[in-house]
């Protein structure tokens, strides 16, 4: 990939949903090259899809996060564990890995009951390939600019910036033509408005007015990518982090250190067996560690215990379930 391939991204990640036109005008270019360019991007692999971050909480989910060591897996029982992941219609994050978990996956089920459920019979079918896992609660999502892309600083407030999920709100009542727009949106995030229109049987106008209320209304908080990490050469590390004395002010400190930080992407406060989770996109060996380095000098009043995952594989990357699959085939 070379700068514009990066600057495209780089795009997308802010708002991937945003037109040919208006990437051009940011770049400088046509919009015609935009399109042959993306279109290379995910032909290649390079750009995997783009999603939309959504406040699970409105759209009546609940969300758990597990983190699981692996044991008695041979190459038959592996295909069969992951087919079974891949399929699963309430695993929406999947991601395989090396270091503190071999597996990290979400649940994202319609209570906390349904969630019980759903673990429960993970462990009935694969319970004998679990060592251990841990469990844990977000309770706040933010996700930051990928500025590495294109080697920009971030600046405070906005560029930093991108979406919040995981909040204390209310279930949104969603019709089932509004919950079909929001699949479809799911599953594709630059899904056209004629598509949406034509497969869940309403106009342009209608779906057009259906994804401007899912945002209005705090259901849909903004439009993202999930990028090959592999080829981007810059792999996602998930790192988990165990705090203590965490004063409002230190937090405060410690989530604007991230925001600020080019190579974390995802930070994500959690209840149970840890108090922190961080995405960090950099290169394995000495670059994470001297990040890690860092931020437990920087912090070491706080940071107890730190045990990183490196990710090298991310089955797929979502807020929520895609509930009509049907729609976008």
Known sequence: MDLTDRKILY???????????AIAKSLKTSPQVIKYRVENLLKAGA?????????????????????????????????EFFAYLNNHKFIP????????????????????????????????????????????????FTQFHRSYLIGAEKKLPGEAYTAFTGADVKEEALGEKERKVLSMVNCNARVPLVEIARKVGISEITAKSIVKKLERVGIIQSYTILPNHVLLEKPRHRVLFKLASLTSQKEKMLFTYCQLHPNIVHHLRVIGNWDLVLDIEVERGEPFRKIIQEMKFKFSDIIQRVEPTYIYKIDRFRDIPVEYPQLSE
């Not at 795009?11 to 036109?21: A, G, H, I, K, T």
């Not at 995997?48 to 983190?67: D, N, S, T």
């Open 93 to 140: 994050i999947i991601m395989r890995g090396e270091g503190y978990a071999d597996l990290i996956i979400a649940i994202c089920a319609r209570g906390i009951f349904h969630l019980r459920d759903i673990i429960t019979e993970l462990n009935n079918k694969f319970g004998r390939n679990f060592r251990e896992y841990d469990t844990t609660i977000p309770i706040g």
């Open 47 to 79: 750009l995997q899809y783009c999603w939309p971050m959504v406040e699970y909480r409105k759209a009546g989910y609940f969300f758990g996060l597990y983190f699981f060591k692996l044991q008695n897996m041979d190459e038959k029982t592996e295909k």
């Open 11 to 21: 795009e997308l990640d802010q708002d991937s949903r945003q037109s040919y036109s």
